[in-house]
């Protein structure tokens, strides 16, 4: 049997829930197909039930799998009927057993995996097949020559030290607080299976160019033949371009009259890709792109300001962590997940700071799909490694210590240093790699506040090498190094302010407000956070109008050019929402919300 199919799966509880919880199939868990952007007709789910156990770090089997969790939800969510912390001296193991479809015989299997957290080993009938380190990014493996005809089965081992290592985490934290959350261990995006030819498409690239009615299309190929590429294009059902080339050259494809992306009227065009062989298609995968240019122009006063299609648009959005209080990293259901981003663009928003955390590609999809754009965070390290040097520095001061003692403490938090920075660097190249096709995406982050920052100037240079097609906030908020794109504020507990304008570069407000509520039967805990309280909705309510229009309006004409206001909904202890952390409650009137944003656009 494949699975657990008879374990009788439910919520842990203990916290508040979304309406969705309810919804979850464990048989049928997040089944959407996981890649819109590169879609092959067959495929197979692994969500659902599987065993697992927890070792101690150091082990290099599992003993004995007596426990249940659902998959991908991580092992510290109610989801994963769990709900239990994982340590950084412990392993967490998963089993479970799959069959591949006779009609995949004699094809490539690659198993797939959206996101484990952190450090990953997976075996096939005993047989490793791949690691893989870091906890945001999709990773694949062939596992074709592992697998046997009949019952096959998988194990993952995960080590997660969550805030005790230097990796990138964000802000998982083993004691969550006030602005820092629960970890998510382990798998919390889909695994699943999928057949390919022996040549197949790896990826590609797609990059619009409004201003010459083109797109650029590049791909890598896994083949030794020589093969060719067709790509298919079409609008509303209607195929308007066709191109062949051959596998390794480049295309760029015109769009005459295109009609180009916005929030207003996110038109997107699917896009077909073929790999043939003659006549013959080896490989096929179905994608969509959007017309649409970010970019940095002045107004009729000189004043850079951030551009979309050519014209000036100013961004207006909330923070968005992306975090559920019975999922923690992962939305219940597809719905779920679509569901922040109707939010957002009903409270008359047309951007969102992703917050130190990369979602799934179907966030992303969705983004395209109702038009808001993003500006994506890379996930930070935080300060764990800056803090334990600064730490030793402090104990060379001390007179208790021993001068060989403190050397040692001082060489190893050098080298965990010089891990977690080349790992940020590794890892902040996928994160691109990854998203760079979603049409949404106008905006990368490096890096927030002092969290980890190092050679910010030197990576938003690179950045702006790597993907031209972005605008770059080497360093919201705080540690300005004054390169391009951005000058980029953070404002809160005091009225705000217009910041003198520091070189040649678009001013932002990337973090503001924080005005907390809080709901009784719609909290985490009964120990709350927020930056600024209010009593009830009507003064929220009326705190945010009064920010918008008497503090935030003004600075507007004198140099803002887009603003992101803390936050779409509460995070565990923090309330700064304007929904509830279960979604159940919007603490302000949308309509009246909607029409304050909208004389910001």
């Avoid at 890709?273 to 970010?294: N, Q, T």
């Avoid at 010089?418 to 049409?439: G, P, Q, V, W």
């Avoid at 709901?519 to 009964?526: A, L, M, T």
């Amino acid at each position: 049997m494949e699975g657990n199919k008879t374990y009788n799966w439910k919520p842990v509880k203990g916290h508040i829930m979304t309406k969705w919880a309810d919804e979850i199939d464990p048989q049928n868990t997040l089944s959407k197909y996981p890649r819109p952007q590169m879609v092959r007709d067959e495929w197979k789910c692994l969500n659902g039930i599987w065993d697992y156990t927890i070792e101690s770090k150091e082990a290099k089997k599992a003993t004995s799998f007596n426990n249940k969790i659902l998959v991908p939800f991580c092992i510290e969510s109610a989801l994963s009927g769990v709900k239990k912390p994982l340590m950084p001296d412990e392993r967490l193991w998963y089993k479970r057993n799959f069959e591949v479809p006779k009609k995949w015989f004699g094809k490539r299997i690659l198993l797939h995996f959206g996101a484990v957290d952190w450090e990953t080993n997976v075996y096939i009938n005993g047989i490793e097949v791949g690691k893989h380190t870091g906890g945001y990014i999709p990773f694949s493996f062939d596992v074709t020559d592992s697998l046997i005809d009949g019952t096959n089965e998988i194990q993952v081992a995960v080590w997660d030290p969550s805030d005790a290592h230097w990796q990138q985490k964000g802000k998982q934290k083993l004691n969550p607080k006030n602005i820092y959350y629960t970890p998510s261990s382990g798998i919390w995006q889909t695994v699943w299976l999928e057949p390919v030819a022996n040549s197949y498409i790896k990826s590609f690239r797609v990059t619009p160019d409004i201003d010459s009615n083109t797109v650029t299309l590049k791909y890598l190929i896994n083949t030794e033949k020589q093969l060719n590429i067709k790509a298919v294009i079409s609008s509303d059902n209607k195929i308007i371009e066709t191109l062949t080339k051959a596998y390794d050259e480049d295309m760029i494809i015109p769009i005459d009259n295109a009609i180009l992306w916005c929030p207003d009227n996110p038109h997107l065009y699917d896009l077909t890709i073929e790999l043939l062989e003659g006549e013959k298609v080896v490989d096929s995968i179905g994608s969509y792109f959007g017309m649409r240019k970010y970019s940095i122009m002045r107004d009729n006063k000189g004043i850079k300001r951030l551009a979309l299609n050519n014209k000036i648009v100013f961004h207006n959005g909330p923070l968005d962590q992306g975090y559920w209080p019975d999922g923690i990293y992962t939305a219940p259901t597809d719905e779920a997940l679509k569901f922040d981003i109707e939010a957002t663009k009903s409270l008359g928003f047309n951007m969102i700071r992703k917050h130190i955390k990369v979602e799934p590609a179907r966030w992303y999809y969705w983004c395209d799909k109702l038009g808001i754009i993003v500006w994506q965070d890379m996930i930070n390290g935080g300060t764990c490694a800056a803090s334990t040097l600064d730490m030793v520095q402090l104990m060379v001061i001390g007179k208790n210590m021993r001068k060989d003692t403190t050397i040692k403490a001082y060489k190893k938090a050098m080298r965990s240093k010089k891990a977690s920075r080349d790992d940020f660097e590794r890892e902040y190249k996928e994160m691109i790699d990854h998203l760079y096709n979603f049409t949404c995406i106008g905006m990368w982050v490096p890096f927030n506040e002092s969290w980890g920052q190092f050679d910010a100037d030197r990576i938003s240079k690179w950045t702006k090498e790597y993907d031209p097609s972005r605008t770059v906030d080497h360093a919201s908020g705080w540690w300005d190094q004054g390169t391009d794109d951005l000058q980029s504020h953070h404002m809160y507990f005091k009225a705000l302010k217009m910041p003198k304008i520091s070189g040649d570069r678009a001013l932002v407000l990337s973090e503001y407000g924080g005005y907390a509520l809080r709901v009784d039967n719609h909290i985490w805990s009964e120990k709350t956070f927020g930056y600024k309280k209010m009593k009830d909705s009507k003064e929220l309510q009326n705190a945010y109008i009064s920010l918008i229009t008497d503090q935030l309006f003004p600075f507007i004409e004198k140099g803002f050019c887009a603003a992101v206001y803390t936050q779409t909904t509460d995070v565990e202890n923090e309330i700064n929402g304007f929904y509830t952390y279960d979604r159940k409650v919007l603490k302000v009137d949308e309509d009246v919300i909607y029409r304050v944003n909208k004389e910001l656009l």
